[in-house]
């Protein structure tokens, strides 16, 4: 499951919701990406809930790198 801005306050509860509930692979996604405050102890409490984290630095807006964080997905639509 991809969730944009994931490594903010909103994105990381609702990380949370999700791996409390079962979700088995996150994919979090946000402009400083590992960097960002906080981070590791997300996703080791992610980790921790037995849910496979990958985080990565990308933003809604750039679509050239969403594709590649979630294969299989389809391409994002033209306009």
Do not use: K
């Not at 405050?37 to 933003?59: E, I, P, R, W």
């Amino acid at each position: 499951m991809l969730i944009t801005g994931g490594t903010g306050a909103i994105g990381g509860h609702v990380a949370r919701w999700l791996a409390g509930r079962g979700a088995e692979r996150l994919v979090l996604t946000s402009r400083s990406g590992a960097f960002a405050a906080g981070v590791a102890a997300l996703a080791a409490g992610l980790a921790a809930a037995g849910t496979t984290v990958q985080v990565l630095v990308a933003t809604s807006a750039d679509a050239p790198t969403s594709p590649g964080c979630c294969p299989g997905s389809p391409p994002p639509a033209r306009r």
